[in-house]
């Protein structure tokens, strides 16, 4: 969802700007191979904070997982644009590269519905 909110037009520049803070300010030292703090097998599942409320924002959930999947292996963003005010962000050619990126994923719903004879 990070990746998406950072380059939606419909998310207000202030949460986009607490979003990079938040990203910023958990960034891994080192380029992330496998998310850190995931359960299950593979890439596993995140584990999620025990209270989440109306209050909860999505730069509350950003955690050094965020770098995993918000970088270098599905989306490819370049994240110099981030430590910049969310305003002249369109004017860097990486937040150009990485909006691209992000708007040409494909996402596929995993979900499979048997269909009912009725629909069949």
């Known amino acids: 969802m990070v990746p998406h909110a950072l380059f939606s037009s419909v998310v207000p520049k202030e949460e986009k700007q607490a979003l990079a ?3 910023l300010a958990v960034r891994p030292q080192e380029v992330m191979h496998t998310p850190s703090d995931h359960y299950g097998t593979g890439f ?5 904070p025990k209270c989440i409320d109306q209050c909860t924002t999505l730069a509350d959930l950003v955690n050094q ?15 110099e ?9 369109p004017n860097f050619a ?27």
């Open 21 to 23: 803070d938040r990203l």
């Open 44 to 48: 596993g599942k995140p584990k999620f």
């Open 65 to 79: 997982d965020s770098w995993f999947t918000k970088g270098y292996k599905f989306y490819k963003i370049d994240h």
């Open 81 to 89: 644009f981030l430590t910049e005010n969310v305003k002249s962000w």
């Open 94 to 120: 990486a937040y150009q590269a990485s909006a691209h990126n992000v708007d040409t994923l494909n996402v596929i719903n995993k979900t499979y519905v048997k269909p009912s004879e009725a629909e069949i």
